[in-house]
T-cell receptor, first 115, second 111 residues
Framework: EAGVTQFPSHSVIEKGQTVTLRCDPI?????LYWYRRVMGKEIKFLLH??????QDESGMPNNRFLAERTGGTYSTLKVQPAELEDSGVYFC????WGAGLEKLFFGSGTQLSVL | KQEVTQIPAALSVPEGENLVLNCSFT??????LQWFRQDPGKGLTSLLL?????REQTSGRLNASLDKSSGRSTLYIAASQPGDSATYLC??????????FGSGTQLTVLP
């Protein structure tokens, strides 16, 4: 069974550009989460999808970040325009509907560098 | 607001030693506590999950404890091996299904 897959693994962009990160959850997982770890800080929650609906987006830092999950399958996280402080590792995680957090599986993350 | 602190930030031990990683939190209204492992360039792997009604969980050489009254959790690793080298993260979840992470302890087990 394939795990949570994230694309790209690394992205280097200039300040002001747009970047789109993609997450493919484990097949059949209704819950999808985005987290990020910026330099020197803890991993922070960004948002939670249940199927295609945003269940909780309280962690989204500002309106430069847009997450979508059309069709309830893969998700994208767009940063537009990117700023220097957006640099960090963006993690995606998924779990089955109704499952406990022990069933939460993380992807390897996307390392984003904004120059 | 839940704050999570992990001590030490880094730890280096010789192979075979038993070791303890510490995690403290400020809000006792937690639902679950999890310990994760992260290898370089990899995602997070859940090691142990303790529900708020439990005191500890064990898996192989790992034992995690939870003391809500003191706001502490420990991860005990017995007979450490070089393959245990990784960053260990503790995380709490409250009523919302989101995790609050500590900054992690980077463990190096020397052969």
């Amino acid at each position: 069974e394939a795990g949570v897959t994230q694309f790209p693994s690394h992205s280097v962009i200039e300040k002001g550009q747009t970047v789109t990160l993609r997450c493919d959850p484990i097949s059949g997982h209704d819950n999808l989460y985005w987290y990020r770890r910026v330099m020197g800080k803890e991993i922070k929650f960004l948002l939670h999808f249940v199927k295609e609906s945003k269940q909780d987006e309280s962690g989204m830092p500002n309106n430069r970040f847009l997450a979508e999950r059309t069709g309830g399958t893969y998700s994208t996280l767009k940063v537009q325009p990117a700023e220097l402080e957006d640099s960090g590792v963006y993690f995606c995680a998924s779990s089955p509907w109704g499952a406990g957090l022990e069933k939460l599986f993380f992807g390897s993350g996307t390392q984003l560098s904004v120059l | 607001k839940q704050e999570v602190t992990q001590i030490p930030a880094a730890l280096s031990v010789p192979e075979g030693e038993n070791l303890v990683l510490n995690c403290s939190f400020t809000d006792s209204a937690i639902y679950n506590l999890q310990w994760f492992r992260q290898d370089p360039g990899k995602g997070l792997t859940s090691l142990l999950l303790i529900q708020s009604s439990q005191r500890e969980q064990t898996s192989g050489r790992l034992n995690a404890s939870l003391d809500k009254s003191s706001g502490r959790s420990t991860l005990y690793i017995a007979a450490s091996q070089p393959g245990d080298s990784a960053t260990y993260l503790c995380a709490f979840s409250g009523s919302a299904r989101q995790l609050t992470f500590g900054s992690g302890t980077q463990l190096t087990v020397l052969p």
